[in-house]
């Protein structure tokens, strides 16, 4: 079946504008997680769904990140007024029960955002 | 914060030798994962040991788990020049609740020379 999908694939934006990620998880997936990887680093973990829900949001950087997911399934990852160091590469996760992290996740392509 | 270390950052190996990759972590775990990344893309999972297990296979991949050492080893043996990737750890930590992040560690570069 198909596996999780980002768009876009890449985004180069100028300092100060919004940007929106989408990311699609695996169907029946409840679990969904938003990562972000810096240039030669590891992952980072910005946000947790289960379901429509965020648990855990500690890992947002600041307050011009924000998340929604809507129906269970689609999110979408929000960043306001960008800065040159947000640029990185975003990866969406999901997994099948609620208690994510215990199970595989699966890893969507990513979106490579640049800010100019 | 960084949970999981890996060592070495980087590895360069002939093809069909065997790879060892280490990782180290501080807190209690619920289990440990590792990944594996091509081209700075998405991550693909490669194994899953459960924090009352000390060894599992899959395939080429043997992974060990300590946690009295808090550590974790990812053997690749018969290494191809497919396995040039970049592996990480990922510990899911021991909560009762609904944490569901993995915490990643900075990866190991693994480089098989054909």
């Known amino acids: 079946g198909a596996g999780v999908s980002q768009s876009p694939s890449n985004k180069v934006t100028e300092k100060g504008k919004d940007v929106e990620l989408r990311c699609d998880p695996i169907s029946g997936h409840t679990a969904l997680y938003w990562y972000r990887q810096s240039l030669g680093q590891g992952l980072e973990f910005l946000i947790y769904f289960q379901g429509n829900s965020a648990p855990d949001k500690s890992g947002l950087p600041s307050d011009r990140f924000s998340a929604e997911r809507t129906g269970g399934s689609v999110s979408t990852l929000t960043i306001q007024r960008t800065q040159q160091e947000d640029s990185a590469v975003y990866l969406c996760a999901s997994s099948l029960f609620s208690g994510g992290a215990s199970y595989e996740q699966y890893f969507g392509p990513g979106t490579r955002l640049t800010v100019t | 914060s960084q949970q999981g270390e890996e060592d070495p950052q980087a590895l360069s190996i002939q093809e069909g030798e065997n790879a060892t990759m280490n990782c180290s972590y501080k807190?209690?775990?619920?289990?440990l994962q590792w990944y594996r990344q091509n081209s700075g893309r998405g991550l693909v999972h490669l194994i899953l040991?459960?924090?009352?297990?000390r060894e599992k296979h899959s395939g080429r991949l043997r992974v060990t788990l300590d946690t009295s050492k808090k550590s974790s080893s990812l053997l690749i043996t018969a290494s191809r020049a497919a396995d040039t990737a970049s592996y990480f750890c990922?510990?899911?930590?021991?909560?009762?609740?609904?944490?569901?992040?993995?915490?990643f560690g900075k990866g190991t570069k693994l480089s098989v020379k054909p």
């Open positions: 807190t209690s775990i619920n289990n």
């Open positions: 040991i459960r924090s009352n297990e």
């Open positions: 990922a510990t899911a930590r021991d909560y009762g609740g609904s944490q569901g992040n993995l915490i």
